[in-house]
């Protein structure tokens, strides 16, 4: 079992629709669970529907549904870097590197949860996804943490094969939902769908139908190296 886990993705909600019901287990068994969120979203396109957001006030509003989803999964800590959304990409990189592995000596996590670098869609993801890797590399391999980086790209399995780990989070999915429901301005336009049961339904043009009931990802091999077992949730 992992011992901490350190979570670093860009904006918030990012925790809960990527890998929510994987740190929700790893919470219920006992884990500690930080994360480190590198934006409040503030250039997020939902304002909620109807709309109850404005720009204005959509990072406060963000902010608060954050510290509420993780409150629901069970994460203990949250460190905000006050990036600004849509941004990491023009950020020097020496910077953010040293940020992240001062974050890493202090936590000294078991298992690091980030985005797949190249292979995660939003130029944030893959910017913080890159930094993170790079932070970690300054890490003797002794005391480098496994990493389960999260891509989905529409290629990603086509270069990175198939995930090393799946994770069933069936038996934990209202928890995953509830954290979901607590994102409302960036959930309400898929709410119905989940209220309405057509989440679990498995059909291949749904891309809702497996949000509830697995969860993927890649180890990220610095060197090579096996999944060890002991980390699973």
Known sequence: MAQHVLVVFPHPDDET????????LFAKSGVPVTYVC????????NMGKPFFATRESLPTIREAELEKACRVIGIQNVIK????????EFEDPEVLIDRIE????EVR?????????????HPDHNALGDVTIRALSRLTAQDRPTVYAHAFARDCQDVLGPPDIINDISAISEVKLAAIQ??????????????????KEQSSKNPFSHMLERESFWTYRFSPRTLRQS???
């Not at 996590?109 to 869609?121: D, F, I, Q, R």
């Open 109 to 121: 996590p078991s298992l690091v949860l980030t985005h797949y670098p190249g292979y995660a869609v």
């Open 102 to 105: 001062r974050i890493l000596q």
């Open 38 to 45: 590198a934006t409040l979203g503030q250039m997020g396109r």
């Open 17 to 24: 629709f990527g890998c929510g019901g994987t740190l929700a």
């Open 231 to 233: 980390d699973m949730p």
């Open 182 to 199: 607590a994102h409302r301005s960036q959930s309400q336009v898929i709410l119905a769908r989940f209220t309405k049961g057509q989440a």
């Open 81 to 88: 870097l006050g990036l600004r959304d849509k941004t990491i």
